[in-house]
């Protein structure tokens, strides 16, 4: 497989891009404890429950219950005796 340079030239911005939002919400979160924690108190309430939410979103959780359901059965506790 070969990249043609559209392909590399995105990856670059891409990578750039990332670096230098970074970089820039690194400097403003150092300033003090509440521009860390709390964005300087300057967040409205939807971003930091958007916030909160992303990190619910995971596969892990999901894939134990179902790998669970898939090894013993979802009706398990009435088939013993």
Same mark, same amino acid.
């Given at each position: 497989?070969?990249?043609?340079?559209?392909? #590399?030239?995105?990856?670059? !911005?891409?990578?750039? *891009?990332?670096?230098?939002?970074?970089?820039?919400?690194?400097?403003?979160? +150092?300033?003090?404890? +509440?521009?860390?924690?709390?964005?300087?108190?300057?967040?409205? $309430?939807?971003?930091?429950?958007? +916030?909160? !939410?992303?990190?619910?979103?995971?596969?892990? *959780?999901?894939? $134990? =219950?179902? *790998? #669970?359901?898939?090894?013993? *059965?979802?009706?398990?506790?009435?088939? =013993?005796?």
């Amino acid at each position: 497989m070969s990249l043609s340079y559209i392909d #590399i030239a995105i990856i670059f !911005a891409y990578v750039v *891009g990332v670096l230098i939002l970074g970089f820039y919400f690194s400097n403003k979160a +150092s300033k003090n404890l +509440s521009y860390y924690f709390l964005g300087g108190n300057k967040l409205p $309430w939807y971003y930091l429950g958007l +916030s909160n !939410a992303s990190g619910m979103f995971d596969i892990s *959780g999901t894939m $134990w =219950t179902v *790998g #669970i359901l898939f090894v013993y *059965g979802p009706f398990m506790k009435y088939l =013993t005796p």
